[in-house]
């Protein structure tokens, strides 16, 4: 079976949904960020303030061609940023079917208003900060995607619910 992906905006649900995809589907969950702080044995706040954001791209890409070459029935949940980049989307879609989590910039920002762990977010400004991110990275998640969701205003089992119905059993 192929695997399911999760893309989406910080904050958008990917890692919870993930989780409680991966009891309903009865498939482990893999996820990137989690993967790569492992690696690394540090946060991706530190990874971020000790190397920069472009060495932690470049880890998400190595991270990405790993598990092209060993998974298959999993649940894989992605960082926000990586299918910013093109050769992440491709891979993206050799890995399996991509669903878009797709989240307005206020949903987003009532979500992680207090969060301290996204580094990008710990601006004054964080909702505009948002809106300009969403912006500029919902043409990639369009074009990384199969499947696309929107979140605002559902509950988790609703969401859940459209993510299986859409789930390709191959
Ligand atoms: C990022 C999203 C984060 C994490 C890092 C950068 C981004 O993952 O990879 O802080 O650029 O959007 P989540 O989407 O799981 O928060």
Known sequence: MR????????????????????????????????EIEKEEQRTISDIFATDGEAYFRDRETACLRKLTGMTGNQIISVGGGLPVREENRALLHELGQVFYLRAKGG???????????????????????IETLLE???????????VVITVDGKSFS???????????EI
């Open 3 to 34: 695997n399911v992906i999760l893309i989406g905006f910080m904050g958008c649900g990917k890692s919870t949904v993930g989780l409680r995809l991966s009891y309903r589907l009865r498939r482990t969950i893999i996820d990137t960020d989690k």
């Open 107 to 129: 949903t987003i920002y009532e979500r992680l208003k207090d969060d301290t762990t996204r580094p990008l977010l710990q601006v004054d400004d964080p909702l505009s900060k």
């Open 136 to 146: 500029e990275r919902d043409p990639y998640y369009m074009e990384a995607s199969d």
């Open 158 to 168: 609703e969401i859940l619910d459209e993510i299986e119905k859409n789930v390709e």
